[in-house]
């Protein structure tokens, strides 16, 4: 079992709907939890960071955490073509010097 | 705010040369910096992680003596890839927390290389 685990997809979703992603982790002492959107041939680029159970919103996007089983989604209203990208799931655990622990990513199409 | 970047933005190069990339935090100190590689449609793997002022931790498997990393200010690291080989043509990326924050990391644009 990866220890950060994210459907491939695509998922693919119209312009204007909302596009779910979903991450689950393995490791409970898990404690800060990172979404990342990665063009292709670009580096990845910061989209939302959430340490504490419950919701963050950010704009268009929504970070949820529920630590107790162990997942995290992140949430696009109003998506777009230009959100057309991979998302990758990254997770920091306990005493780990601040290694991310990646998803392999989550591929969204965004449909005009 | 939290802006990192990389010099150079691409490198052709031939093999048995070696390659330096720099990767600076312009508008934050940074206490910590990664680097990564990535191949094309795989994910990103992390090289080793570098502290400013000490030695860096490598990864299993990434070899310390071939991929040389300075991290010499709060500001600047750098990757030498010494004695390229065209399988060391990549994606290669760093990363650096902001010591104000927390865990945060905030990526430079990337090195893509390429050795003949």
């Known amino acids: 079992q990866k220890e950060v685990e994210q459907n491939s997809g695509p998922l693919s979703v119209p312009e204007g709907a909302i596009a779910s992603l979903n991450c689950t982790y393995s490791d409970r002492g898990s404690q800060s939890f990172f979404w990342y959107r990665q063009y292709s041939g670009k580096s990845p680029e910061l989209i939302m960071f959430i340490y504490s159970n419950g919701d963050k919103e950010d704009g268009r996007f929504t970070a949820q955490l529920n630590k107790a089983s162990q997942y995290v989604s992140l949430l696009i209203r109003d998506s777009q073509p230009s959100d057309s990208a991979t998302y990758l799931c990254a997770v920091i655990r306990a005493g780990n010097n601040r290694k991310l622990i990646w998803g392999l990513g989550t591929s969204l199409a965004v449909n005009p | 705010g939290a802006v990192v970047s990389q010099h150079p933005s691409r490198v052709i190069c031939k093999s048995g040369t070696s390659v330096k990339i720099e990767c600076r935090s312009l508008?934050?100190?940074?206490?910590?910096m990664f680097w990564y590689r990535q191949f094309p449609k795989q994910s990103l793997m992390l090289m080793a992680t570098s502290n400013e002022g000490s030695k860096a931790t490598y990864e299993q498997g990434v070899e310390k003596d071939k991929f040389l990393i300075n991290h010499a200010s709060l500001t600047l690291s750098t990757l030498t890839v010494t004695s390229a080989h065209p399988e060391d043509s990549s994606f290669y990326i760093c990363?650096?927390?902001?010591?104000?924050?927390?865990?945060?990391?905030?990526f430079g644009p990337g090195t893509r290389l390429t050795v003949t």
């Open positions: 508008d934050f100190q940074a206490t910590t």
């Open positions: 990363s650096a927390n902001d010591r104000d924050l927390t865990y945060e990391q905030y």
